[in-house]
């Protein structure tokens, strides 16, 4: 019923951008927010970008000078453009959805971005 498809993720040398999407299909309930959070093996998940259905943001402090969050709501998508990345930026990026109640939360399976230095 819900499925979130994340792609933009790959190898990139310090300095360099990429830009995630995650296209949410969602056919029971309406999306509230929209987000991405970032996982190394081992290491707890960390929010690093939300934004709400009326475009509020929320960023990390170690992303919010050089990542930007929209989404389209139209296409239910969501986008991070990430720049001036560093190899600490290094994760596996899953986007997150959520509904108006809190059981409604769902998470992709997740993309790979690796910075080199």
């Keep these: 019923q819900v499925q979130l498809v994340e792609s933009g ?3 990139v040398q ?4 990429l830009r995630l999407s995650c296209a ?6 309406s999306i509230n927010a929209m ?3 970032r996982q190394c093996p081992g290491k707890q ?3 690093v970008a939300t934004i709400s259905s009326r475009g509020n943001t929320n960023f990390a402090d170690s992303v919010k000078d050089r990542f930007t969050i929209s989404r389209d ?3 239910n998508t969501v986008y991070l453009q990430m720049n001036s990345l560093k190899p600490e930026d290094t ?6 959805v959520k509904g108006s109640t809190w059981y409604l939360d769902y998470w992709g399976q997740g993309t790979q ?3 080199s230095s």
């Design 9 to 11: 993720g790959g190898l």
């Design 73 to 75: 709501n139209a296409k």
């Design 113 to 115: 971005v690796t910075v």
């Design 24 to 29: 949410a299909s969602v056919n029971t309930f």
């Design 91 to 96: 994760a596996v990026y899953l986007c997150n």
């Design 35 to 37: 987000g991405w959070y």
């Design 14 to 17: 310090a300095g360099g951008s």
């Design 45 to 47: 998940r960390d929010l």
